[in-house]
């Protein structure tokens, strides 16, 4: 296994840091949905924006920008919540400690994700750099 791989699932199991600043939503509770972080598809604007023109494209930084304009919906780790919000900040950790953009390190170390009956959104975003409502 290449380093790539490895060092993601390293970033994601490290608790090394969670007691230097506990005010920050940790990446384990981004991966557990856990983080307590405004889900930005509640955003009454952002659901009408998208009603208005489906095919809008918004970058990760828009899509958090609209998620962090608004409060927690609850302390970090004190419960589970789907959250559109935990799973773009965890695509950009992915980039960041990969290296490479979401879609290639999806293509490179987990193609059976990109393959027919998963998510549609998943294979446009790998194959295209692009998907409806949260393109780039």
Not at 4 to 19: A, I, K, Q, T, Y
Not at 27 to 34: I, N
Not at 66 to 82: C, L, M, N, R, V
Not at 105 to 121: A, I, N, T, V
Request: hydrophobic share 30%; net charge positive; aromatic share 6%.
């Amino acid at each position: 296994m290449d380093p790539g791989p490895r060092r993601v699932r390293e970033v994601l199991r490290d608790r090394r840091h969670e007691d230097r600043r506990p005010h920050e939503g940790r990446v384990r509770q981004l991966a557990e949905l856990r983080s307590g972080l405004f889900d930005y598809i509640d955003d009454p604007q952002w659901l009408a924006d998208l009603r208005a023109d489906p095919e809008r494209g918004y970058t990760p930084r828009q899509l958090l920008d609209i998620a962090f304009s608004h409060p927690p919906t609850f302390a970090p780790g004190a419960k589970w919540q789907y959250s559109n919000t935990n799973l773009v900040l965890l695509g950009l950790l992915v980039e960041k400690v990969s290296g490479q953009r979401l879609g290639a390190y999806l293509q490179e170390h987990s193609p059976h994700l990109l393959r027919s009956g998963h998510p549609r959104h998943l294979r446009l975003a790998a194959t295209t750099g692009t998907c409806p409502g949260t393109s780039r």
